[in-house]
């Protein structure tokens, strides 16, 4: 989510909630690293913050089965490198700025969508470079980003006020012969803008944000809300289920293991480590990163699978202060 959209989702939110009270696949969830959740550091007890990277506006993050981690931010796409000495450098593949929002690969190529719903893609090889493939229809903020267990793209569109609401994921068929190309695009579930999902009533989205999935079930954000819909034999969405409600805006989500979920926790700058069915296990201090916009498990090489890599947009409609970082988030 862009700064300046978050600020319209954080006003927006907060007053209803004043009112309410494999086949190398690997989407924006990636694929999950072995880990135990009780192997994980996610509180300021046991772990601290690293400052890897200043990105501006960084947004989201993805890494290939291979360990190649890329960046999304208001600036461009980046692919981060490791160099000798331990420091790391982020390498543009964009070729312009057009506040890229959600990642995800597919059979060995990148996809980012922007937030005007263009999107993009490249093939993963020594020197990949987006390219526009595809513009969707419809679309107010092109945000989160998975791949569907049926080879599909799906992209969540989140409206404010700047659009007439129409909350909804979006799902993206690439043509089998040709993966620079798109050849259908549908609504897999569609929300309101009466729903009341971000303050916790009811299973309608109105500000959806990030998407994961893991075989068939993808999680989502939505507000304070976390949710799961199933894709259904059928190549529909199954109901929208709630799984857990905090008083915050939760951005993004990645999987943890194969039984938990790490949250950004965008208003109150932490990250939360909670179980699959919704109970929450660990969390960082308030304040601890500077309003993170998404959170993932490491992968080797450049990373341990217990490390936890937290993009932060930093100040609010603001990216000319050095608060936009890729992060870590590691044992002591």
């Given at each position: 989510m862009r700064a300046a959209i978050r600020a319209a989702t954080l006003v927006a939110t907060l007053a209803l909630a004043a009112c309410g009270g494999g086949?190398?696949?690997?989407?924006?969830?990636?694929?999950?690293?072995?880990v135990r959740l009780e192997d994980l550091c996610v509180n300021s007890g046991c772990g601290e913050r690293t400052i890897l990277l200043d990105i501006p506006g960084a947004e989201n993050l993805t890494f290939s089965p291979d360990g190649r981690l890329?960046?999304?931010?208001?600036?461009g796409v980046f692919e981060i490198h490791k160099n000798a000495d331990g420091s790391f450098r982020a390498d543009s593949i964009s070729?312009?700025?057009?506040g890229y929002t959600g990642l995800a690969i597919r059979r060995g190529y990148l996809y980012s969508a922007c937030g005007d719903g263009r999107f993009w893609a490249t093939k993963l090889d020594a020197a990949p470079q987006l390219q526009l493939i595809h513009t969707m229809s419809g679309m107010c903020i092109a945000n989160g980003t998975a791949l569907g267990a049926d080879g599909r793209i799906y992209v969540v569109d989140e409206p404010l006020n700047v659009c007439v609401p129409d909350p909804k994921i979006k799902r993206l068929t690439i043509d089998p012969a040709d993966p620079m190309k798109v050849t259908h695009e549908e609504v897999f579930v569609q929300?309101?803008?009466?729903g009341l999902l971000a303050v916790g009533v009811g299973n309608v989205l109105r500000f959806p944000n990030g998407l994961q999935a893991d075989g068939r079930r993808f999680y989502g954000t939505d507000g304070g809300s976390i949710f799961t819909v199933d894709l259904q034999p059928d190549g529909s969405a199954g109901e929208v289920t709630p799984i857990f409600f905090e008083v915050?805006?939760?951005?993004?989500?990645g999987l943890a293991g194969d039984d938990g979920l790490l949250l950004a926790n965008f208003l109150t700058g932490r990250i939360t480590l909670i179980s699959r069915d919704g109970e929450k296990l660990q969390a960082t201090a308030p304040g601890t990163f500077s309003f993170p916009s998404s959170v993932r498990l490491g992968r080797p090489p450049m990373f341990e699978p217990t490390d936890i890599l937290v993009t932060e947009t930093g100040v609010l409609a603001d990216q000319s202060?050095?608060?936009d970082h890729l992060s870590l988030f590691r044992r002591k």
């Amino acid at each position: 989510m862009r700064a300046a959209i978050r600020a319209a989702t954080l006003v927006a939110t907060l007053a209803l909630a004043a009112c309410g009270g494999g086949d190398g696949d690997s989407g924006g969830s990636d694929d999950v690293p072995p880990v135990r959740l009780e192997d994980l550091c996610v509180n300021s007890g046991c772990g601290e913050r690293t400052i890897l990277l200043d990105i501006p506006g960084a947004e989201n993050l993805t890494f290939s089965p291979d360990g190649r981690l890329f960046v999304s931010s208001g600036s461009g796409v980046f692919e981060i490198h490791k160099n000798a000495d331990g420091s790391f450098r982020a390498d543009s593949i964009s070729p312009e700025a057009c506040g890229y929002t959600g990642l995800a690969i597919r059979r060995g190529y990148l996809y980012s969508a922007c937030g005007d719903g263009r999107f993009w893609a490249t093939k993963l090889d020594a020197a990949p470079q987006l390219q526009l493939i595809h513009t969707m229809s419809g679309m107010c903020i092109a945000n989160g980003t998975a791949l569907g267990a049926d080879g599909r793209i799906y992209v969540v569109d989140e409206p404010l006020n700047v659009c007439v609401p129409d909350p909804k994921i979006k799902r993206l068929t690439i043509d089998p012969a040709d993966p620079m190309k798109v050849t259908h695009e549908e609504v897999f579930v569609q929300g309101s803008a009466l729903g009341l999902l971000a303050v916790g009533v009811g299973n309608v989205l109105r500000f959806p944000n990030g998407l994961q999935a893991d075989g068939r079930r993808f999680y989502g954000t939505d507000g304070g809300s976390i949710f799961t819909v199933d894709l259904q034999p059928d190549g529909s969405a199954g109901e929208v289920t709630p799984i857990f409600f905090e008083v915050d805006v939760h951005d993004d989500l990645g999987l943890a293991g194969d039984d938990g979920l790490l949250l950004a926790n965008f208003l109150t700058g932490r990250i939360t480590l909670i179980s699959r069915d919704g109970e929450k296990l660990q969390a960082t201090a308030p304040g601890t990163f500077s309003f993170p916009s998404s959170v993932r498990l490491g992968r080797p090489p450049m990373f341990e699978p217990t490390d936890i890599l937290v993009t932060e947009t930093g100040v609010l409609a603001d990216q000319s202060l050095p608060l936009d970082h890729l992060s870590l988030f590691r044992r002591k």
